[in-house]
């Protein structure tokens, strides 16, 4: 088994730093950073440090509020937000849910992914400090409702290297990743989602009601 201490540098302490740097941090990433592309690794571990589930798949960002992560591998599943909507996807189920996207990011560590304007202020940023080659940036959500404690935010030379989240049944998601690429041109019809033809789909998209 792998554990929690083998996988989150984030949980030993580490040199501190002035929270301001850890805010420009993840302010440069919501608004200075227009797109975002690269794989990545996800381990889910229980209380004890255990690994309950990996994943491997890839995410891409585009600026202002769209993003897409497609798991992978050991299953297909595929998260699209077109800006409007959120789309998931799960192939082997053949079922699509759709939600309005606001509803659906609200006080979720999704909203740091897709940029929106009201990102930053749902988060407080709380400690900021260094493990190795990484910054991390500690922030817990404004919320009381949110379904998760706190995440933290890993950068590498100012770029984001690592999430860590942590909900409220004391599970921890590790997310790495990798081969990433910055601020290059993404086609805006990797964002847009058409509902397979046999699929059923659960909601009611934006605009459509």
Request: aromatic share 10%.
């Amino acid at each position: 088994m792998i554990r929690a201490c083998a996988v989150l540098l984030c949980l030993s302490g580490g040199a501190a730093f002035a929270s301001d740097d850890g805010e420009r941090l993840v302010e440069n990433f919501v608004n200075g950073i227009e797109t975002f592309q690269g794989d990545f690794r996800q381990t889910l571990l229980d209380p004890n440090g255990d690994v309950l589930e990996e994943t491997r798949g890839s995410l891409q960002i585009r600026r202002p509020g769209q993003f897409r992560w497609d798991n992978i591998d050991p299953y297909e599943q595929q998260l699209v937000a077109d800006g409007v909507n959120i789309w998931s996807y799960d192939v082997d189920l053949e079922q699509v849910t759709v939600k309005p996207q606001a509803d659906a990011l609200a006080n979720t560590p999704a909203l740091i992914l897709s940029g929106a304007g009201s990102a930053l202020e749902q988060f407080n940023v709380v400690e900021t400090y260094t493990e190795a080659a990484h910054t991390w940036v500690r922030l817990e959500p404004k919320a009381t409702d949110a379904g998760f404690s706190r995440m933290e935010m890993g950068f590498v030379d100012g770029r984001l290297d690592r999430l860590v989240f942590f909900d409220t049944l004391s599970q921890t998601t590790l997310v790495q990743f990798e081969d990433v690429i910055v601020n290059e041109s993404i086609g805006p019809d990797r964002f847009v989602f058409a509902v397979p033809e046999f699929a059923d789909v659960i909601g009611t998209p934006a605009g459509n009601e």
